[in-house]
T-cell receptor, first 115, second 111 residues
Framework: EPEVTQTPSHQVTQMGQEVILRCVPI?????FYWYRQILGQKVEFLVS????????KSEIFDDQFSVERPDGSNFTLKIRSTKLEDSAMYFC?????????????FGPGTRLTVL | SQQGEEDPQALSIQEGENATMNCSYK?????LQWYRQNSGRGLVHLIL?????REKHSGRLRVTLDTSKKSSSLLITASRAADTASYFC???????????FGQGTRLTINP
């Protein structure tokens, strides 16, 4: 069964450094998402992406964050200058159908630790 | 309370018993989805129920949705130790391009 994959599984970085988290969504899906989960807290929406542009973003997704679909398979989240509070599990998700008709399938996550 | 609030926050039962978790939300939705998360791991999709559906079954899972009360419940029958995990409801609000998650219910099945 197709699945969303994410790399790396764990990323450790120093405060102020740039990180890029990578995701490969399910191949026939058109809608892509990033969420994060701070340890012990609920999953929070960051951004949704469709047709090569952001369709919605949360207040968390400030100028330090960006997303890109550099080719036909990858979907990346970049944090330009990491802060301690960016430490979290980051989940990528994808969906085939629009308008709330489809299931969002999540990847296994990347645990980001900012020191 | 925020969109997608579950209760109880924690539930501990004996293997073989049924587990019921509830979720309440505030806005109009397209659908509501339930996910399971083992400690420190990814989110596994369990079941999706559309706003025009009232009940749905999948194996040992039964989900209900009451849009008039803006609430949903997840029932796991004949629980097993492997069901130990956190369970989250996530709403797909109308007019939005995201899922809104609740705080989750931490379920522990005691052998």
């Amino acid at each position: 069964e197709p699945e969303v994959t994410q790399t790396p599984s764990h990323q450790v970085t120093q405060m102020g450094q740039e990180v890029i988290l990578r995701c490969v969504p399910i191949s026939n899906h058109l809608y892509f998402y990033w969420y994060r989960q701070i340890l012990g807290q609920k999953v929070e929406f960051l951004v949704s992406f469709y047709n090569n542009e952001i369709s919605e973003k949360s207040e968390i997704f400030d100028d330090q964050f960006s997303v890109e679909r550099p080719d036909g398979s990858n979907f990346t989240l970049k944090i330009r200058s990491t802060k301690l509070e960016d430490s979290a599990m980051y989940f990528c998700a994808s969906r085939r159908l629009a308008g709330g008709r489809g299931t969002q399938y999540f990847g296994p996550g990347t645990r980001l630790t900012v020191l | 309370s925020q969109q997608g609030e579950e209760d109880p926050q924690a539930l501990s039962i004996q293997e073989g018993e049924n587990a019921t978790m509830n979720c309440s939300y505030k806005t109009s939705i397209n659908n509501l989805q339930w996910y399971r998360q083992n400690s420190g791991r990814g989110l596994v999709h369990l079941i999706l129920i559309r706003s025009n559906e009232r009940e749905k079954h999948s194996g040992r899972l039964r989900v209900t949705l009451d849009t008039s009360k803006k609430s949903s419940s997840l029932l796991i029958t004949a629980s097993r130790a492997a069901d130990t995990a956190s369970y989250f409801c996530a709403t797909d609000p109308q007019g939005a391009q995201k899922l809104v998650f609740g705080q989750g219910t931490r379920l522990t099945i005691n052998p």
